[in-house]
């Protein structure tokens, strides 16, 4: 008897649509779709509860909330954990971090969500999700995607940075160079024409190093 391959997951590509889904939380049910709407979303997956470095990220999650609330972002976290796990760890955390966390966790237990999103790279363990983040616009379009391993925790001023590029580029028509921070430069699309190439060159307004890269400031 020829052996039946199990059924391809789904495959979440950049900017292609977020895969719904209504999950039980810390917050009660939550649907993707219909979760802040107007707001960006931060969902991210951590290996499990009560383990160290997930510990560490929860505390900067929750120190960086208000200013991602400011970038009109609002986060969703997943863990291949009960309610009661997640409860029981947020509420230990807030005890000794003395901070709040103020954004719902998804008790993933039937790995819906994890499968979902491709957030169990067997690989690593097939009973714990890696630390994916998952940048999903206003339209409910993933954006950017960051995956890190188990025993490597992530980088949070990549995170914001992420945000504030991708905010960027959708306000201004522009695009955003290597380590762009807020305030930098930022890439003028180039030209699709000889004679727009030949203008951009002798562009005086911007600062132009030839003819397909240029960049200029944007308005403070």
């Known amino acids: 008897m020829t052996a039946i391959a199990p059924a391809a997951e ?15 939380t810390t ?21 499990a509860d009560f383990t160290p470095v997930c510990t560490t990220e929860f505390i900067e999650f929750a120190r960086r909330h208000d200013e991602l609330d400011k970038k009109n972002v609002a986060l969703i976290g997943n863990s291949i954990d009960s309610v009661y796990s997640h409860i029981a760890w947020v509420r230990d955390i807030e005890k000794k971090s003395g901070l709040s966390i103020k954004f719902p966790v998804i008790a993933d237990l039937d790995q819906k969500v994890a499968r979902l999103y491709g957030m169990v790279h067997s690989p690593s363990s097939v009973t714990a999700t890696v630390r994916c983040v998952y940048f999903i616009d206003p339209k409910r379009v993933v954006r950017a995607m960051i995956y890190y391993p188990l025993n490597v925790g992530r980088n949070f001023d990549e995170i914001l940075r992420v945000v504030d590029a991708l905010q960027t580029v959708d306000a201004n028509g522009v695009a955003c160079p290597a380590n762009w921070t807020p ?34 400031k944007l308005p403070q």
């Open 27 to 47: 917050h009660g049910p939550v649907t993707l779709s219909t979760y802040m709407p107007g707001k960006w979303i931060i969902l991210f997956s951590h290996p």
């Open 183 to 216: 305030g930098q430069e930022v890439i003028v699309p180039a030209p699709l024409t000889t004679a727009a190439a030949a203008e951009r060159v002798n562009n005086k307004e911007l600062n132009v190093t030839d003819w397909y890269l240029s960049k200029k």
């Open 10 to 24: 789904p495959r979440v590509e950049l900017n292609g649509p977020a895969p719904d889904f209504t999950a039980n």
